[in-house]
């Protein structure tokens, strides 16, 4: 079971989304963590850290787990 990463917006980029998991440290990161590790998005290699992501996109990365992308339910 993926654990469920939630975003308040229509969609994330792949490396906000590896920051807000806390996967890395800042978004600058995302550069060198994708060109070492494998991060596979809904099954397909991307190493592409402005790939958008939408709710229940499922991102796959090496050596750390798996997460989907979720979406945060508004109380209003």
């Given at each position: 079971?993926?654990?469920?990463?939630?975003?308040?917006?229509?969609?994330?980029?792949?490396?906000?989304?590896?920051?807000?998991?806390?996967?890395?440290?800042?978004?600058?990161?995302?550069?060198?963590?994708?060109?070492?590790?494998?991060?596979?998005?809904?099954?397909?290699?991307?190493?592409?850290?402005?790939?958008?992501?939408?709710?229940?996109?499922?991102?796959?990365?090496?050596?750390?787990?798996?997460?989907?992308v979720g979406q945060t339910t508004s109380n209003d």
């Open positions: 079971m993926p654990e469920i990463i939630e975003i308040d917006t229509d969609h994330i980029t792949l490396g906000q989304f590896l920051k807000l998991a806390n996967i890395i440290d800042s978004g600058g990161m995302a550069k060198v963590f994708l060109r070492e590790f494998d991060v596979y998005v809904n099954g397909e290699l991307d190493d592409r850290r402005g790939r958008k992501l939408k709710v229940n996109d499922i991102v796959e990365v090496e050596s750390v787990g798996t997460f989907q």
